[in-house]
T-cell receptor, first 115, second 112 residues
Framework: NAGVTQTPKFRILKIGQSMTLQCTQD?????MYWYRQDPGMGLKLIYY???????DKGEVPNGYNVSRSTTEDFPLRLELAAPSQTSVYFC??????????????FGPGTRLTVL | SQELEQSPQSLIVQEGKNLTINCTSS?????LYWYKQKYGEGLIFLMM?????EEKSHEKITAKLDEKKQQSSLHITASQPSHAGIYLC????????????FGQGTELSVKP
């Protein structure tokens, strides 16, 4: 299993540009998450999904959109990038609580700079 | 998040000393995750606690969840430079549809 994969690893955007951060997991997990981590800080939840076709806002959803058309993929879309969106973005997935497996698996992260 | 508070924000200890990091929730937890992150790297899963009073260990790191399931502590015995990094607690709550939020993190430095 590749686990949770994210692309790209690094990206520099100009203010006002748009981009999509890709996230794929091959563990058949129903729960998927997007977090951002600013320097020296913890993780802030942007959006999450409990299954294909279902998404919900987290703590800091403004400026972002997500979709979940398949179990495997959970892309994060940035429209009109702003310097405040400079951060490291982590995608994560985990199985349902009833599975008996408790670990939330994280991708390696995407480092985004908006100039 | 104000739902989940972690303390202290940063900690500097001498190698060999013990230390404790706390994570306090304003609501009863379904489960509490502990992760470690080395600077500029990804997250390493340490353990997840689910039952009130539960205690788990991972090498020299022990975490406990209180009986009320609102507070967890992470204790490192005889700290080493390899323990340095950011420790994060994550909360899974009842009736929140799988939402999982994290505390602000604790940055640990271990002086040789």
């Amino acid at each position: 299993n590749a686990g949770v994969t994210q692309t790209p690893k690094f990206r520099i955007l100009k203010i006002g540009q748009s981009m999509t951060l890709q996230c794929t997991q091959d563990m058949n997990h129903n729960y998927m998450y997007w977090y951002r981590q600013d320097p020296g800080m913890g993780l802030k939840l942007i959006y999450y999904s409990v299954g294909a076709g279902i998404t919900d806002k987290g703590e800091v959803p403004n400026g972002y959109n997500v979709s979940r058309s398949t179990t495997e993929d959970f892309p994060l879309r940035l429209e009109l990038a702003a310097p405040s969106q400079t951060s490291v973005y982590f995608c994560a997935s985990r199985p349902p609580r009833t599975s008996g497996f408790n670990e939330q698996f994280f991708g390696p992260g995407t480092r985004l700079t908006v100039l | 998040s104000q739902e989940l508070e972690q303390s202290p924000q940063s900690l500097i200890v001498q190698e060999g000393k013990n230390l404790t990091i706390n994570c306090t929730s304003s609501k009863t937890l379904y489960g509490l995750y502990w992760y470690k992150q080395k600077y500029g790297e990804g997250l390493i899963f340490l353990m997840m606690l689910q039952k009130g009073g539960e205690e788990k260990s991972h090498e020299k790191i022990t975490a406990k969840l209180d009986e009320k399931k609102q507070q967890s502590s992470l204790h490192i015995t005889a700290s080493q430079p390899s323990h340095a990094g950011i420790y994060l607690c994550g909360a899974d709550y009842y009736n929140q549809g799988g939402k999982l939020i994290f505390g602000q993190g604790t940055e640990l430095s271990v002086k040789p």
